[in-house]
């Protein structure tokens, strides 16, 4: 390969080398959290295998830490190719340096070889003195001066590359050592991956003997997930109908006031905007009229969608969005509004972005929620044992609003979070942080 292309390739791929090891400093962070969130799940999960029915639980749980571990051993393997990518771009240097090196040290010989035939000061002397003129052996005093420099700088140029060259090889060293210690880990976490579908299987057989009692409680649970959307929407639509209401009134006492004569009192002019609200045509109760103010909070919760925080600091997907086959039972088809997501016993819900509270419901004996509205969306949050906030309270984001029920019987605590833009109910994987 010519010399100058060889050049090229090295300076394109070194360039890549700060890149990669920026990628690789991402992949080590993901790492460590993906770690750190299996060592939540299992704490999560022996805590369900303590439960007396807690078997569809345990396989919700195992499920995600096997997702976890495959999640685990992919963030390994991209590293390994990172460090491949890194030793090879490393082994071309090396072969560079090698060959410099080797060109210097030939070039240095040939020098030494000169300088030592005209070794003696006396010779030296001689060739400026024998010049025919001034100006001649000025020239040759000047070659003398820099060819002796020259002789110093290739010396140091040596001593650079083969410190350079031992620095390459050092480097390299580590490098293979770092790519066999992600070798191995991988095939540790393939084997404990192993165990887990296993282990799995297993609790999946067992639960297998009591699949018609199970899918009858699946049934169960879906009816009356219908019923509490039911609740919700006509919640929602109440609110709407409400703000709408609000914003109509405001307009017709703006215009009330501009349509004031003298001398009317600001309790007529409130009486005559009531009337006007009262006969214009009633407001639909499926959307929104924003105002001013509202059209600005509902632009900033749209301008953060994929970027809002979860409505619980840790925690994983265990049912997501729409209509699916269920996790455990494929023929059977469950519909989600929203995502459930199981997150530590004792967790506190969050509000995802800032809003007002506009109402607090109790869904059944064990199970609050809080509605938020942001504008013309609204964020819901299901399966609360206590509530901390009330109808009309500003929110800020991330402000704790309740505590998540913990479920006595299968040991699970999980959060059920909806978005909808008025009626419509929108995927919060699509407006929540990397969910």
Not at 259 to 265: L, Q, V, Y
Not at 337 to 364: C, K, N, P, W
Request: proline share 2%; charged share 30%; glycine share 4%.
């Amino acid at each position: 390969m010519p010399k100058f292309l060889l050049s090229l390739i090295l300076i394109c791929m070194t360039s890549a080398i700060w890149s990669q090891e920026t990628q690789q400093e991402k992949l080590e962070k993901r790492k460590a959290q993906i770690q750190q969130e299996i060592r939540d799940n299992e704490k999560l999960l022996q805590s369900v295998k303590k439960k007396e029915k807690s078997a569809v639980s345990v396989v919700i749980v195992q499920a995600n830490k096997i997702k976890l571990k495959e999640k685990l051993i992919n963030t390994t393997e991209r590293q390994a190719k990172l460090l491949s990518n890194d030793i090879y771009i490393n082994q071309l240097q090396i072969n560079k340096l090698n060959r410099e090196l080797a060109d210097l040290k030939e070039d240095y010989a040939e020098m030494i070889v000169k300088s030592y035939k005209s070794r003696s000061e006396q010779s030296r002397a001689m060739f400026i003195l024998s010049s025919n003129s001034f100006l001649q052996a000025y020239k040759r005093a000047q070659y003398m001066k820099q060819y002796t420099n020259f002789r110093k700088m290739q010396g140091d140029e040596i001593k650079s590359k083969s410190n350079q060259l031992v620095e390459h090889n050092e480097k390299m060293g580590v490098q293979k050592s770092a790519k066999q210690k992600l070798i191995e880990e991988n095939e540790k976490e393939r084997l404990s991956l192993l165990k887990a579908k296993q282990e799995q299987q297993k609790v999946v057989n067992s639960i297998k003997k009591d699949k018609n009692k199970i899918a009858a409680e699946i049934k169960k649970r879906q009816a009356e997930a219908r019923a509490i959307d039911r609740q919700i929407d006509r919640i929602v639509r109440e609110a709407i109908a409400e703000a709408n209401r609000k914003a109509a009134l405001e307009r017709a006492m703006e215009k009330a006031k501009a349509e004031a004569k003298g001398g009317e009192s600001k309790e007529e002019i409130k009486t005559r905007a009531r009337a006007i609200v009262s006969a214009a045509p009633a407001a639909m109760s499926s959307k929104i009229i924003l105002t001013a103010e509202a059209k600005i909070l509902s632009d900033n919760f749209k301008a953060n969608r994929g970027k809002l925080p979860w409505p619980v600091e840790k925690g994983f997907v265990s049912l997501p969005y729409g209509d699916q086959p269920h996790p455990q039972f494929p023929s059977l088809r469950v519909h989600n509004s929203g995502v459930e997501i199981t997150t530590d016993q004792g967790a506190t819900a969050r509000a995802v972005f800032g809003g007002e509270v506009t109402s607090v419901m109790v869904l059944s004996p064990v199970n609050k929620a809080v509605m938020i509205q942001h504008g013309d969306y609204f964020t819901v949050y299901q399966n609360l044992s206590a509530v901390n906030v009330s109808k009309g309270d500003k929110v800020s984001i991330k402000q704790g609003i309740g505590k998540v029920r913990t479920n006595g019987e299968t040991g699970r605590t999980v959060l059920k979070f909806t978005i909808s833009q008025n009626t419509t109910y929108n995927n919060p994987a699509t407006w929540l942080f990397n969910m």
